[in-house]
């Protein structure tokens, strides 16, 4: 590969050079200036190339598949707009259904075969770790992951950046939250969560957190494929923590709040950011949703009056996908979507692979208008969205809603 | 708490034998081991929800919808890939289900969208209270409902001019043949009480958790189930469900929660290596 | 047990073909290597002969996933001769390649052993694992031996969850990279020149052991039991010897795709992984080695080309346009469900069994 690069790209750099500066010289400013094409990196003369690796068709589509969709309209608008530079954005979505294999055969695609500028979304934790040497050692950057793991974003790479919040700022913020809610002296937690690499991860983030208020934390799993959770909430019953935690699937949600209505347990509930979308509330009804919330990074669509979330609320109800846009996985879609166009408006018409990079690198602010809290990124930070707030579900109004505002949550991520 | 656990069990177990006793019509009939059963499931909680949510009908009409759209499924698979194989190894017949389930996860996923759909029914959701035990209504209407099933079934095979047909062609193709019988049109029959059954699984599924292509997994899960109480048994098949929810419900609570797949496998394989034929089941006897 | 999936029998002693025709064969042999050869370059390039093929032209393939097929068809191979020639069904097959992948996990990255080493190690761990697996079939036969099968697959899923958990971060077991003595396999391309000799020499391995006696008994043994052990074939030894050699085999596959990822977790060896071989056996034809290498290859490539032939249909408009952007990875699968039915219900041999119709129709005359 890296022998296209040097045999073919210098003609063509000089021969772009030459165009630009006739084009300079006769004082076409205002005419688009992308007679650059750099064919290896995704770059062509009227559009880019840009990649997505997601599950679409396998056991997490059903979160992984609207985060897909945010992304592909984000883009669509900037197209009906424009462009950027003159170029339209192709979204190359690969499926991996979920399966780590599938994932490294799709990444060799968009790298050589259909090559990207970027890629976002590598949403299999696995594939994270093992490609993880590959997407280090360049060229093909990663902007905008959907999960993030330790292997990819530590250390800090000027390859790699986050595009959604870390279950370790979940556990902070939503700890952090109940604590001061409730106002509790030494916090009793109990993390419910499905038995898998990340469940425990999260159960540890969560102990960390309530150690931190001087408290203590436990622990119940289930399947992911439970159907009844007596077990689980047997447990509960006998830890009397006071507020708890879960970690899975939608049903996992499910099953669990509707057990605690069921025996009676008023117990306060918060899920992961994944968690909060309008189909675990609607399963759920007002009995037993009315003490389940979730800890987000992204705003639900339709929820607020902010002008990203009205941008956004009006586009998706154009296209067609009015039903999406409360799902917190479409807004994080969208978001990427425009952290990837500002990106590469950033870097110009001159585009590559390295320059994008090279733009990114030194950092860069994504300001959403209302849909997460600013998202810094410094050249030694690349975790993405670190603030996190509390939504709850107004089932009177049918509507999110959200308890207080981003900058009263800076404190517990730091 | 005991009981609590043993109440919850069996409402589980009730599910498990509803799905297991699918099975075990369409096992004993055609003798294919339907690894679609699962997606039976589902396509039937999608039926109800297209019913109840899309078309906007009343429930006892949406159950009706549900029940014709469930049987007519069944009949068409066996029409179209079922009886197509027939005389072919049992490989073949396994392989071809499972491809039926890939299909039909792609399908609904195509027009309904991976999104979980919830299903609004007027089942009751409340919860009754008896001393220190709280039963959730629903699982209670699941557990009497696959009961009244299953009794309804097996006074069917019984006493009925047809179930009495279906057993006899189950025995022997050959004898039925000879006697008149059709025999495509009982196995038909099969597969559409096998997809009802799954469907009214699903139903109960759907409402318990959500409507989604996940609860295919229900499938696999009710298996153990089958095998225990013998594959080709209709009331091995329930008392086999009710054992693999009970057990699964106490491992859960009293060893942990991630040990109720190890237990019930084990379990299946001593049952498999002592007595195959299952609790219920006929030993069956080989000719040369 | 009569059945048109198994291969006939091959008539053993034959006169040896006139010199074209083995010219023509040896000429065909040379262009084959030359190919396979060359296939990598071209993959990897993505140009052949000095013109540049665009990703249509070389069906949306790379050369990851090539060798990600190599490593299945050992996998198929393996149950090939478990099933198809020595007539035992198993469900199975994952739990040995999560054998072989723990095994070399102890071996090469707890213990530091070399790569060649873990792969002996984990050869020798899956024969046990598979005469253990075996066992069951001693006592039932037929659909319950493929329930025993399923349930000895949940047994070791669970063990390799528990040590995943146990010993190594949770995103997974991690292997060293590779390298045969001081030659590293660092690149897609040295991994595809490793693992040809390595399909090519399994193959050869269950071709051979199947012309012999033992075999030949084995293939008796399917076909009906009874009559093999009234002929004396030691029945019950057989079969064990059968589930050693493949489950060798298979958990070898498994420490090769572990070391090949660099990282694998308990979810890569679920119970669809397993269903896929099977899905290749059926493809290839049961009983037809050379089949189990067909369908290996059409049931990792075909999505992809699925895929690429599937236009990128960003402009399409209507219903038709949805379905191929929004809905495009369904597409594919309910196509290739489709393919696998239709394959089922119209050529009951497989592709082994679709090219040996074939030959009968070209050569009318040779006496088979």
Redesign the interface.
């Known amino acids: 590969m890296s022998e296209w690069v040097s045999s073919t790209s210098r003609p063509r750099a000089t021969v772009a050079a030459f165009a630009l500066a006739l084009a300079a010289a006769l004082g076409l400013s205002g005419a688009p200036a992308s007679a650059q094409e750099v064919p290896e990196d995704g770059v062509y003369k009227d559009h880019i190339d840009w990649g997505i690796l997601m599950d679409l068709s396998g056991p997490t589509s059903s979160s992984q598949g609207p985060w897909v969709t945010g992304f592909q309209d984000y883009m669509r608008k900037v197209n009906e707009a424009g462009g950027i530079s003159g170029r339209k954005v192709n979204v190359l979505a690969e499926d991996n259904r979920f399966n780590a294999a599938a994932d490294k055969i799709a990444f060799e695609k968009l790298s050589n075969q259909t090559p990207v500028i970027a890629i976002s979304g590598m949403g299999t934790s696995a594939s994270q770790v093992a490609l993880a040497p590959t997407i280090k050692s360049g060229p093909l950057p990663v902007v905008g992951t959907y999960t993030p793991t330790k292997a990819l974003s530590e250390p800090v790479s000027p390859m790699v950046y986050n595009g959604f919040c870390g279950y370790k700022q979940m556990a902070q913020a939503g700890v952090g939250f109940y604590v001061d809610q409730l106002k509790l002296k030494a916090p009793k937690v109990m993390t419910v969560a499905i038995e898998t690499a990340g469940g425990r991860d999260y159960a540890n983030f969560v102990a960390e957190s309530a150690a931190k208020y001087g408290g203590t934390a436990s622990a119940v799993t289930m399947k992911v494929t439970a159907v009844d959770v007596t077990p689980q909430v047997q447990e509960i019953m006998a830890q009397k923590p006071d507020f708890i935690t879960i970690y899975g699937v939608e049903n996992t949600s499910i099953l669990t709040m509707k057990a605690l209505a069921q025996y009676g347990l008023n117990i306060p509930a918060f899920g992961i950011t994944y968690l909060g979308t309008p189909s675990v509330y609607q399963a759920l009804g007002p009995q037993a949703g009315g003490n389940y919330t979730f800890i987000s990074c992204f705003t639900p669509g339709g929820s607020d009056q902010s002008p990203g979330n009205v941008e956004m609320s009006a586009y998706a109800d154009k296209v067609g996908h009015t039903t999406l846009k409360p799902n917190i996985n479409y807004v994080a879609g969208w978001v990427t979507g425009q952290m990837a166009a500002e990106a590469l408006a950033k870097t110009g018409a001159e585009a590559s692979r390295a320059k994008l990079v090279e733009t990114l690198a030194p950092g860069f602010t994504v300001d959403s208008k209302g849909l997460s809290a600013p998202i810094v990124y410094t050249k030694d930070d690349h975790t993405g969205p670190q603030i996190l707030k509390m939504f709850g579900y107004d089932y009177g109004a049918n509507k999110f809603k959200a308890f207080g505002e981003y900058g009263d949550y800076g404190k517990y991520t730091k | 708490?005991l009981a609590?656990?043993v109440f919850?069990g069996l409402?589980?177990g009730s599910?498990y034998g509803l799905v297991a006793l699918g099975f075990a019509v369409v096992f004993k009939a055609t003798e294919v081991?339907n690894f679609a059963q699962g997606m039976l499931a589902v396509c039937g909680a999608y039926f109800a929800a297209t019913a109840i949510s899309i078309f906007g009908w009343p429930f006892p009409l949406a159950i009706a919808f549900m029940a014709v759209a469930a049987i007519a499924l069944g009949v068409a698979i066996h029409v179209l890939?079922i009886q197509?194989?027939a005389g072919?190894?049992?490989?073949?017949v396994?392989?071809?289900t499972?491809?039926?389930s890939?299909?039909l996860?792609?399908?609904i996923?195509?027009i309904y969208?991976?999104?979980?759909?919830?299903l609004v029914t007027p089942l009751p959701?409340g919860?009754i209270t008896l001393g220190s035990l709280?039963i959730?209504e629903l699982?209670l209407t699941a557990a009497l409902v696959s009961w009244a099933c299953m009794a309804i079934f097996a006074a069917f095979f019984r006493f009925t001019s047809v179930g009495l047909l279906m057993r006899a062609t189950a025995d022997s193709h050959e004898a039925a043949v000879v006697s008149g019988v059709n025999v495509n049109t009982m196995n038909r029959l099969a597969w559409g009480i096998g997809s009802l059954l799954a469907a009214i699984g699903g139903l109960f599924?759907g409402q318990?958790?959500?409507v989604?292509t996940?609860l295919e997994?229900?499938g696999?899960?009710a298996?153990p189930a089958v095998?225990i109480g013998g594959?080709q048994s209709i009331p091995g098949a329930v008392v086999g469900g009710l054992l693999v929810g009970l057990i699964e419900?106490v491992s859960?609570?009293y060893i942990?929660?991630?040990s109720?797949?190890?237990v019930i496998?084990?379990l299946?394989?001593l049952i498999?290596?002592v007595r195959?034929w299952g609790l219920f089941g006929q030993r069956e006897l080989?000719r040369? | 047990m009569s059945d048109a999936l198994y291969s006939k029998p091959r008539i053993v002693a034959r006169v040896a073909p006139p010199l074209n025709v083995r010219l023509w064969r040896l000429l065909g042999v040379a262009l084959a290597l030359a190919f396979l050869a060359y296939l990598p370059f071209v993959l990897a390039h993505r140009s052949a002969f000095g013109f540049r093929l665009t990703n249509a032209e070389l069906l949306n393939l790379g050369l990851s996933q090539i060798n990600l097929m190599m490593i299945a068809m050992l996998g198929a191979l393996s149950l090939n001769y478990l099933t198809g020639c020595a007539g035992l069904i198993s469900i199975g097959h994952a739990a040995f390649y999560a054998t072989g992948a723990m095994t070399a996990a102890i071996v090469g990255t707890q213990w530091g052993w070399p790569f060649p080493l873990a792969l002996a190690a984990a050869a020798v761990t899956g024969a046990l694992v598979g005469i253990i697996a075996g066992l069951p079939s001693l006592r039932v036969r037929g659909l319950y031996f493929v329930l025993s099968t399923l349930a000895v697959h949940h047994v070791v899923i669970f063990v390799f969850l528990e040590y995943q958990f146990r010993y190594f971060d949770v995103v997974g077991v991690p292997y060293d990279p590779p390298r045969l003595g001081s030659y590293a396999l660092n690149t897609s391309m040295r991994w595809y020149f490793f693992l040809l000799p390595v399909v090519a020499l399994v193959y050869w391995g269950f071709k051979n052991s199947l012309g012999t006696r033992e075999g030949r008994a084995m293939r008796a043994m399917r076909d009906h039991e009874l009559a093999a052990t009234a002929a004396g074939v030691d029945v019950r030894v057989l079969r064990l010897k059968a589930f050693a050699f493949s489950s060798a085999i298979a958990s070898m596959a498994g420490a090769l795709q572990a070391y090949f990822m660099s990282n694998v977790t308990s979810e890569a060896f679920g119970l669809d992984f397993a269903i896929q071989f099977i899905a290749m056996i059926i493809i290839g034809g049961l009983g037809s080695l050379g089949g189990s290498l067909v369908g290996a290859a059409i049931w990792l490539l075909a999505p992809s080309i699925i895929s690429g032939l599937a236009p990128q249909g960003g402009d399409a408009s209507g219903w038709m346009g949805t379905l191929l952007v929004e809905h495009k990875p369904q597409l594919v699968q309910a196509a290739f469900g489709v393919l696998i039915i239709l394959l089922l219900i119209f050529a009951p041999g497989g592709v082994a069994g679709l090219g040996r119709k074939l030959k009968a129709m070209l050569s009318p005359q040779r006496a088979r």
Do not use: C
Request: glycine letters at 4%; hydrophobic letters at 55%; charged letters at 10%.
């Open positions: 708490m609590q656990v919850s409402a589980l599910i081991f890939l197509p194989l072919r190894s049992m490989l073949a396994i392989m071809v499972i491809a039926l890939i299909v996860r792609a399908v996923e195509m969208g991976p999104q979980g759909r919830t959701n919860v709280r959730s699982h599924l318990l958790q959500i989604s996940d997994s229900i696999l899960l298996l095998v594959l419900q859960a609570s942990s929660p991630k109720t797949d190890i496998y084990t299946l394989l498999l290596l195959p080989g040369v």
